[in-house]
C-alpha cells in the first residue's frame, strides 16, 4: 500500500489547513487510519486515528475541538482538516495505515502499531 499525503503549507496563526492522504489499495476500508505529526527535535506523535468505517475516531488533547479526521472510503482518502491553527502546530505530518484488527483503541495510538507511512507533509504556522 502506497500512502500519498497533500494539503500542506504555511498558514498564519488562527488560519486553516486541509490535508489529505491517497491511499493506493482497492480494501481501504481494511486499514485504520492515523494522522501522526513530528516537530523539530521532537518525537513523533499522534494527532489522530480514525476506524475503519469511519465510526470512532481519536483526538489528542492538544488538537481536540481544532482538527477533525474523516475517511472516505469509496475514494481510499484520508483527511485531516486543521482549523484554529497554532504555531505549536508547526511539523512534517504523516498518514499511516494499520492492517492489525485490534480491539483496543489505544493499540492504534502507538506508531510501532503502523504498517504504511507516506512521505509526510511540512505545516508551518507562522505567529
Known amino acids: 500500500v502506497q500512502l500519498q499525503a497533500f494539503g500542506g503549507g504555511l498558514v498564519q496563526a488562527g488560519g486553516s489547513l486541509r490535508l489529505s492522504c491517497a491511499a493506493s489499495?482497492?480494501?481501504?476500508?481494511?486499514?485504520?487510519m492515523g494522522w501522526f505529526r513530528q516537530a523539530p527535535g521532537k518525537e513523533r506523535e499522534i494527532v489522530a486515528a480514525?476506524?475503519?468505517?469511519?465510526?470512532?475516531?481519536y483526538y489528542a488533547e492538544s488538537v481536540k475541538g481544532r482538527f477533525t479526521i474523516s475517511r472516505d472510503n469509496a475514494r481510499s482518502l484520508v483527511s485531516l482538516q486543521m482549523n484554529s491553527l497554532k504555531p505549536e502546530d508547526t511539523a512534517v505530518h504523516y498518514c499511516a495505515a494499520s492492517a492489525t484488527r485490534s480491539s483496543t483503541r489505544t493499540y492504534y495510538f502507538d506508531g510501532s502499531n503502523y504498517d504504511y507511512w507516506g512521505q509526510g507533509t511540512l505545516v508551518t504556522v507562522s505567529s
Open positions: 480514525i476506524s475503519w468505517g469511519g465510526g470512532n475516531t
Open positions: 489499495t482497492r480494501t481501504f476500508s481494511s486499514y485504520y
